[in-house]
């Protein structure tokens, strides 16, 4: 403080600005959004040079898919993660353990897409890590964060899971919590993944759900507001709403390449590290019910596969046309822009949903 206060009036004034939460998340978000433009194509090149055919195209999906989206690169998630990882560092406070925990499941999952998706397009098949691999990493790496996140949180939540609307009401978990919290984390991750089926279909849902998550994050880290609105107060959980603002601008910066049609996918690099990170938020803001209903659409997706490959099993026959849900609609006619679109307007009502809970009480 004191160079500052050496300094001139304007000098003095942008240290002040810095101590401000709300001015930090919205110079996040802008950072992310300018990093991922600026690097953008120079990344889009480089990973169409390397992959030469782009990501391999399943012969069982849509019979379009086979056309209009062969030789497009994957791995784009590489570029919202640097764009969300740069700001995040740049703009959060480094000292609070919740935002590294956040941060480091996020980069950890991001590293095992970035694995599945690199042998997909240089072996060429759909195959990647296989899935039971892929499932250890995510249990473990989700346990050891679940923990670390439940150490910074006051005693009596750590181990317990609020209901939203009832503000009493705290279900006990014990000991158990930790594998409540790894279980939120890894079928978040996995539901983003099954949702990443068409341009943009994916990533919008995901940016509103951070928008919600870094309202909740600011609130609910913040004693006056906390208590004004009857949520459960968790200390330090506001400098995630500098993390859910650069997701957001990260977002916003890799639809501009991923608008239809895209110029690349995210691919597993980006999906199971964005789903982890609303998880992971989740978690820590004690608010993992609402990723639920805030995240409806990624819920219904994994339900519809579930529902799929169980009803199959059991009769031989198929509940939908082809599963995930948004595939369903591309077989009964509709356009990928109607698909995408509606899906979109769905996240933004549920979205409305579940930040009424933080009222309703």
């Given at each position: 403080?004191?160079?500052?206060?050496?300094?001139?009036?304007?000098?003095?004034?942008?240290?002040?600005?810095?101590?401000?939460?709300?001015?930090?998340?919205?110079?996040?978000?802008?950072?992310?959004?300018?990093?991922?433009?600026?690097?953008?194509?120079?990344?889009?090149?480089g990973l169409r040079g390397?992959?030469?055919?782009?990501?391999?195209?399943?012969?069982?999906?849509?019979?379009?898919?086979?056309?209009?989206?062969?030789?497009?690169?994957?791995?784009?998630?590489?570029?919202?993660?640097?764009?969300?990882?740069?700001?995040?560092?740049?703009?959060?406070?480094?000292?609070?353990?919740?935002?590294?925990?956040?941060?480091?499941?996020?980069?950890?999952?991001?590293?095992?897409?970035?694995?599945?998706?690199?042998?997909?397009?240089?072996?060429?098949?759909?195959?990647?890590?296989?899935?039971?691999?892929?499932?250890?990493?995510?249990?473990?790496?989700?346990?050891?964060?679940?923990?670390?996140?439940?150490?910074?949180?006051?005693?009596?939540?750590?181990?317990?899971?609020?209901?939203?609307?009832?503000?009493?009401?705290?279900?006990?978990?014990?000991?158990?919590?930790?594998?409540?919290?790894?279980?939120?984390?890894?079928?978040?991750?996995?539901?983003?993944?099954?949702?990443?089926?068409?341009?943009?279909?994916?990533?919008?849902?995901?940016?509103?759900?951070?928008?919600?998550?870094?309202?909740?994050?600011?609130?609910?880290?913040?004693?006056?507001?906390?208590?004004?609105?009857?949520?459960?107060?968790?200390?330090?959980?506001?400098?995630?709403?500098?993390?859910?603002?650069?997701?957001?601008?990260?977002?916003?910066?890799?639809?501009?390449?991923?608008?239809?049609?895209?110029?690349?996918?995210?691919?597993?690099?980006?999906?199971?590290?964005?789903?982890?990170?609303?998880?992971?938020?989740?978690?820590?803001?004690?608010?993992?019910?609402?990723?639920?209903?805030?995240?409806?659409?990624?819920?219904?997706?994994?339900?519809?596969?579930?529902?799929?490959?169980?009803?199959?099993?059991?009769?031989?026959?198929?509940v939908f046309l082809m599963?995930?849900?948004?595939?369903?609609?591309?077989?009964?006619?509709?356009?990928?822009?109607?698909?995408?679109?509606?899906?979109?307007?769905?996240?933004?009502?549920?979205?409305?949903?579940?930040?009424?809970?933080?009222?309703?009480?």
């Amino acid at each position: 403080m004191i160079p500052a206060l050496l300094a001139g009036p304007g000098d003095l004034i942008v240290f002040n600005l810095l101590r401000y939460l709300t001015f930090r998340a919205g110079a996040a978000c802008m950072t992310a959004l300018v990093v991922s433009m600026l690097f953008g194509p120079m990344m889009i090149r480089g990973l169409r040079g390397f992959q030469r055919g782009g990501q391999p195209i399943r012969a069982d999906g849509p019979e379009r898919h086979l056309v209009e989206k062969k030789g497009t690169p994957t791995m784009g998630g590489v570029l919202i993660l640097t764009a969300l990882t740069v700001s995040t560092l740049l703009w959060a406070d480094l000292r609070n353990g919740m935002v590294w925990a956040v941060l480091v499941l996020t980069l950890g999952f991001g590293m095992l897409g970035f694995a599945d998706d690199w042998l997909k397009v240089t072996k060429r098949n759909t195959k990647g890590v296989s899935a039971r691999g892929k499932l250890v990493v995510q249990f473990g790496l989700a346990l050891v964060v679940a923990v670390a996140i439940l150490w910074f949180v006051p005693a009596g939540l750590d181990s317990s899971l609020s209901v939203p609307v009832f503000k009493e009401v705290l279900i006990p978990f014990g000991i158990f919590f930790p594998l409540v919290g790894m279980l939120v984390m890894v079928g978040s991750s996995n539901a983003v993944n099954l949702t990443d089926g068409l341009d943009g279909l994916a990533i919008v849902p995901v940016m509103i759900a951070a928008g919600v998550f870094a309202l909740i994050a600011y609130l609910v880290g913040n004693r006056v507001f906390s208590d004004y609105l009857q949520l459960h107060f968790v200390p330090g959980t506001g400098e995630l709403a500098v993390f859910c603002s650069a997701l957001i601008g990260a977002g916003l910066g890799f639809l501009w390449f991923n608008a239809p049609p895209a110029k690349v996918f995210m691919g597993d690099t980006g999906s199971l590290a964005l789903g982890g990170a609303l998880g992971a938020v989740a978690v820590a803001t004690k608010h993992e019910v609402v990723l639920a209903i805030v995240g409806g659409v990624f819920v219904v997706e994994t339900l519809s596969v579930m529902i799929q490959v169980f009803w199959f099993k059991r009769t031989g026959r198929r509940v939908f046309l082809m599963a995930p849900l948004h595939h369903h609609f591309e077989k009964k006619g509709w356009a990928e822009p109607t698909i995408v679109i509606r899906f979109w307007i769905i996240s933004m009502i549920l979205a409305l949903v579940g930040l009424s809970t933080l009222k309703i009480r």
